[in-house]
């Protein structure tokens, strides 16, 4: 079992930049496929950036391609969301995720599969 905690979020600007932070313990994360979700008020929960197990192939929601970036440190065993050019429609509360099951180059896109879940970071993007 892997415990997930976020960290990073806050309030940004329109235009700005902020890199949140997926920090696991149990187990090192590459041992399962990460993603990233976003829940904002009002609304249900949405996948925006995967990472595969094996770190070789990610994928992104279109809402987010071309400005957010998931990525893996084996080292600090943390995932990072890498977000540029933040939109006011950016705010919501991120949420990383694990599924154990997929293996290889499979990214996770469906919410239903994910095994384990963060308490979730606020990012609240201003106009």
């Known amino acids: 079992q892997v415990q997930l905690v976020e960290s990073g979020g806050g309030l940004v600007q329109g235009g700005g930049s902020l890199r949140l932070s997926c920090a696991a313990s149990g187990r090192t994360f590459s041992s399962y496929a990460m993603g990233w979700f976003r829940q904002a008020p009002g609304k249900e929960r949405e996948f925006e950036a995967g990472?595969?197990?094996?770190?070789?192939?990610?994928y992104y929601a279109d809402s987010v391609k071309g400005r957010f970036t998931i990525s893996g440190d084996n080292a600090k065993n943390t995932v990072y969301l890498e977000m540029n050019n933040l939109k006011p429609e950016d705010t919501a509360v991120y949420y990383c995720?694990?599924?154990?099951?997929?293996?290889?180059?499979?990214?996770?896109?469906?919410?239903?599969?994910?095994?384990?879940w963060g308490q979730g970071t606020q990012v609240t993007v201003s106009s």
């Open positions: 990472l595969s197990r094996n770190g070789g192939s990610t």
């Open positions: 995720a694990a599924d154990r099951d997929r293996r290889g180059s499979i990214v996770v896109v469906t919410i239903g599969e994910y095994d384990y």
